[in-house]
């Protein structure tokens, strides 16, 4: 089993930055490749980020491209989003997932989710 736990959300005024950070225990070896989602009220968890077990290339959600960027440090467990020029529209709880061969952007391969960190955009 691979616990998640992720920290780093909060509010932030359109146009900050945020650092969300995923912390990995348990079988970390088992992690393989990690991604990002995030669920608002009402809507679908929806892909952001997902990065290999090595490392990139990485894959982002159309919506975040250019302003979001997914690492991870093995050697740390930890996967980190780093989002910049944040919009209201990104308002959501982010979750952390992994257990994946290769970097997916659907939800139902990962094995491992966390239990999320809110974001809130405000104008």
């Known amino acids: 089993q691979v616990q998640l736990v992720e920290s780093g959300g909060g509010l932030v005024q359109a146009g900050g930055s945020l650092r969300l950070s995923c912390a990995a225990s348990?079988?970390?070896?088992?992690?393989?490749?990690m991604g990002w989602f995030r669920q608002a009220p009402g809507k679908e968890r929806e892909f952001v980020a997902a990065?290999?077990?090595?490392?990139?290339?990485?894959e982002y959600g159309d919506s975040v491209k250019g302003r979001f960027t997914i690492s991870r440090d093995n050697a740390a467990n930890t996967v980190t989003l780093q989002m910049n020029s944040l919009k209201p529209e990104d308002t959501a709880t982010y979750y952390c997932?992994?257990?994946?061969?290769?970097?997916?952007?659907?939800?139902?391969?990962?094995?491992?989710w966390g239990q999320g960190t809110q974001v809130t955009v405000s104008l």
């Open positions: 997932a992994a257990g994946t061969f290769v970097p997916t952007t659907s939800v139902a391969p990962y094995k491992y």
């Open positions: 990065i290999g077990w090595r490392g990139g290339p990485a």
């Open positions: 348990g079988r970390t070896l088992s992690t393989g490749a």
